[in-house]
């Protein structure tokens, strides 16, 4: 008998379920005699032995749900090293409690914070396999991750309906969308939305290029301006401050998100009405889209497909449209950014769209 | 010939569209000549002669597409009375070009601002027929607006997307609804979408009362809590206050809407994580839901019934199921609200949802 | 101790969960101590004894799952009397049940059929409430079901679809849609997607008007003709025969429904290319609509409050926009049908939809 | 001055639209002095000199929109060498047309049959660009062509909503997929909606595998199936039948398509109730997913990027996740087919569905 952990880590994301209904399907057809342990809450589940045994039907019916079946928590890579409140060894705890039930290997679903456990993990011997969510798409090593086109279609469904009320008033539109430090859903969404100009991370705005992109279509007489924000803008200037000096100016900051400040700052100096729209966590919810499914699918039959060739240590993920195993020491501490200079940044700039730069 | 004038003022919504293609397919089918002219911004065409021509062509292919295709503006009532910045008697104006065109009538969709000058304008003899759209539902006189249950889609469609994600976290989770003065998007959107707690102008809330069903579902061992709380949502405390006072008061705030107040208060008293979604303009946008699409074409239709036989100065409505024609001075300066008594908030309550009083 | 049974029986359809969990959450709120025993496969579970205690649990997240957690199966009424394969009484059986289990009250949830055989059932001195549930909208006593939105919606986005990629090419859409022998489904989700033509079961056909119909879009220069067609659409010629005679023809058809038939016929005589649609149980199916999962929601409120006060015999459900109980007595045996002189039929003429009649 | 001519040819489908936008967006924002010249109906407009001149305007709010603005017809091939009923020289006219128009290039929108012409086009000396549109995904030379994946949302819905509707009954559901000669469609769609059986032309079934798929899923206590079926599957058995007789044997067949005939004979080998949904059409229409319309608008800036560079006889098209510019000479007259033993059937294969082979 086979024994297979399997455990979902950090902020959850659509199609997680479809995931681990993959895996658990192919390796309940694939391999004679299999069990399969879900632990609870992320590594949370690991560390305290917070685990169920879960059988066939707890995998029908996921394919289409949102969220986890087996919940999530956010366990700081950081704190992995230290104690918990009562002095246990998390570390240890986990490693532990993967010998005490005898697994023979650990699926683990998560991001990137999750990616550098995983990989410690295996560096202490457990045979490990992981599978990359996140809206965010940030994830080194794969070309996307699931959950973030799911979270591109909500994003752009969002400003779809600021679109169809805009064309009445002379106004500003925010939309800020998700995506962490990164800009991949913001720059996805506000291409497929036909958003006027797009806020990444990593192309720093100028304000004053901004305020004449948005003044420039005024005078066009276009009566409104769509920003897609993403919720990691930063500004030129605010780019060129230490990491220190920046969380101080944004603690003391009195708006709840960048689109606030951002918005307080075109309204004075364009004199144009602001409207703010959060669709918040809306972008991790509902049901995964079909694209999502079928890469959520795949990954999952490829990881258990990993599990009966007995290959250990990798993230399944995909690359140039094939699907592949990347060791998890490649994976771990890295983050895939959108690169200023790629082709699909030089076709948005082709067509009209604003960077702010 | 008969020559029919057509305007949308005040806030856009979904199925404007839909409604003037019911108004404009009618007339064109049962009345031999007839000539369409619509005005362009609301009022404001109808003020400054700013019209176009419409054809049949123009009408098709509108009735799922959200927007109006006339445009609109927001003329406060308030100020029809008084002359514009250039000395323009705006009221005398609206008429002189009533007249110019030899129009037969006006049909006028819009919401309560728009009621009270189509009122004032058939005080001034014109021939007015209305139609009620906003996705506020606040019309007196009609049990249901076009707008209303498309808006209501998508605040229920935003706390569902809430509502996957939250289940592995504990938090607040806020959605902030739309609705103006009134909570009918609020309480259906509420309902709809299984939220624990929900916040409507016409019920002030206690905010003891609130933090204590909050502090009861933690408990109670739930994860999570989801407040639907309407955009003119206020506490009891607020609700004593003058109107001079109360703006005053907000206008000092540093928050940029109750919500984002109400989470602050609430992770004080609470402990727990707050998230804030705000889907603002996203609830008036996007192409209208077939039920809006039903009584918007058939207000429509009946609309030019009216003026096939030559009844003016009335509102088509919905009571009972019915459609039915009311005089617009009944309407004109009324607001429908949400009765605390009514059989809805009755079962609402019946399954446990807390309205916070 | 109170112990309550519920079933859902007949052809299931969108809401069905979302109307049981409001009939739980307000039991467990408002009777101190209840228990809930969930029949399953409908008035199957009842007979034979197959049921199971629900739990608060079983009721959390199922408000916009589409299908039924308990199932559901077919019965024909007309059976009901007759002894089963093994010489079981069957009305017997179910009273048996009822009786052992010692319940306080059956909690009903289904259409047409389901509604003879609870009337039945109160007549035979069980305490019975019913909830009306069916796409198709044709139970007497209530103006509306759940089910019937939501359907209204996928088959108007059936035809939204067809609209877009219709405009390019000379051609004849027939888009089927379920509602049995009723034309409710069929009416709203033609008038909310602009079909040309709506062919209903209560207002049967006279082909030659319907081909006059399609040639004269032609002859305007209109490219395609999309027709919503009722599966129990009729033509006059049919509409005459007997019972026995329809059936025997029917029987004798080479299509396998009416569209391809009627398809035939049309492409026959007007040359036009003919694209059939048969969305067919998709309109059963997916989450509930906003407007369904709070007519559901009421519906199971008011039926739970029923039972607080211990009135039985009713059917819960909505007239002129108010929640009504309604005697099982007048309910059952009867067929809500589309009235072709009702003034929805009025405004759908006005516009210029054809009936084909 | 550079006069560019654009066309779109061939069934419609989602994103044709997006990708004239792009194109159009692009061209404006990057050439000085340039107009846009607009063929109707496909190739008929560019043979009979039928166009109209586009303006900026003209590109504004189709983002969103499905089918396409300029309307498209299917010209075959085979046919544009003969002579037209007027006894013109097809290539001639249209040679002449983008002669007398002083056009630099023409930009053609279509699926595999396009692209031959197009070739022909190219081979006569006309500057020409191509954009790969069609829900088949059958264009080689690119992986990924735009209206494929709005196509699978909507068949991956249909099916979805059998799913909730399906648990239910004991019966089996075909739902009839488009793609016509390969089955890239009804593979994501099956795949994303957890069909339990996937029929594809390029994996012709055993009628007997296929039954016994069927039965083993009745013995295992399923109490439905759910089959998705390309509407160009085939059995074994017929896929040994020549061209002609497989034509004759259609013809003369009683069944509208495959899904009928199916259906007759697993009802009959299995007793089972058969439902059949075909949304048909529906594929091809609505607007079209965010994946769509980023990709769509890519390839259309990339198109014009091409004329901006005067590099002419090229399909733009995506490979690894790379835009790409693709001979002409090498797209035109190939397939691209599903590839049985790829990866994305094993992984289906892997996590249990049947493909009847």
Redesign the interface.
């Known amino acids: 008998m086979k024994r297979i952990g399997i455990l979902t880590s950090g902020g959850?994301?659509q199609a997680l379920n479809a995931a681990m209904?993959?895996v658990a399907?192919?390796l309940?057809?694939?391999i004679r005699d299999v069990e399969i342990i879900g632990f609870l809450?992320g590594y949370k589940g690991l560390m305290y032995s917070d685990y169920t045994k879960l059988n066939p039907v707890d995998f029908s019916g996921i394919?289409?749900?949102?969220?986890?079946i087996l919940?999530?928590?956010r366990q700081p890579f950081k704190k992995m090293r230290e104690p918990d409140s009562n002095g246990l060894d998390k570390v240890k705890a986990m490693v532990d409690t993967y010998k005490k039930l005898r697994l023979e290997c650990l699926v683990i679903l998560g991001g990137n914070g999750t990616h550098k456990t995983a990989n410690l993990l295996s560096e202490e011997g457990l045979n490990v396999v992981t599978l990359p969510k996140t809206i965010d798409n940030d994830i080194y090593g794969t070309?996307i991750t699931f959950g973030f086109?799911s979270a591109?279609?909500?994003a752009?469904?969002?400003i779809?309906?600021?679109?169809?009320?805009?064309?009445?008033?002379s106004r500003v539109?925010i939309v800020e969308v998700m995506g962490h430090k990164v800009g991949w859903l913001t720059l996805?969404?506000g291409?497929?939305?036909?958003a006027d100009i797009i806020l990444l991370p990593e192309i720093p705005y100028d304000i004053d290029k901004l305020i004449e992109a948005i003044n420039k279509r005024t005078e066009e007489g276009k009566q409104f301006s769509i920003l897609a924000v993403a919720e990691g803008a930063i500004s030129k200037k605010d780019a060129k401050l230490s990491k220190k000096k920046l969380k101080e100016k944004r603690e003391a900051s009195?708006?709840?998100s960048i689109s606030?400040e951002l918005g307080a700052e075109i309204q004075e100096r364009t004199g144009q009405e602001i409207?703010?729209?959060?669709?918040?966590?809306?972008?991790?919810?509902?049901?995964p889209?079909?694209?999502d499914?079928?890469i959520a699918?795949?990954f999952?039959?490829?990881a258990?497909?990993l599990i009966v060739k007995g290959e250990y240590g990798y993230m399944v993920g995909m690359r140039?449209?094939?699907?592949v195993k990347v060791p998890l020491s490649e994976v771990a501490g890295k983050l895939k950014m959108v690169d200023p200079k790629s082709?699909?940044i030089e076709?948005?700039k082709?067509?009209?769209i604003s960077f702010g730069d």
Chains 1, 2, 3, 4 share one sequence.
């Open positions: 959850d994301c209904r993959g399907k192919a309940y057809e694939n809450d394919l289409t749900k949102g969220g986890t919940g999530t928590s070309d086109q591109v279609d909500i752009t469904d969002a779809d309906c600021i679109h169809t009320t805009a064309a009445s008033h539109f996805h969404a291409i497929a939305s036909g009195l708006y709840p606030y409207r703010v729209t959060i669709p918040g966590h809306m972008q991790r919810g509902g049901s889209c079909a694209y499914r079928v699918t795949r999952g039959a490829a258990a497909n140039d449209g094939e699907i082709s699909i076709e948005a082709l067509i009209g």
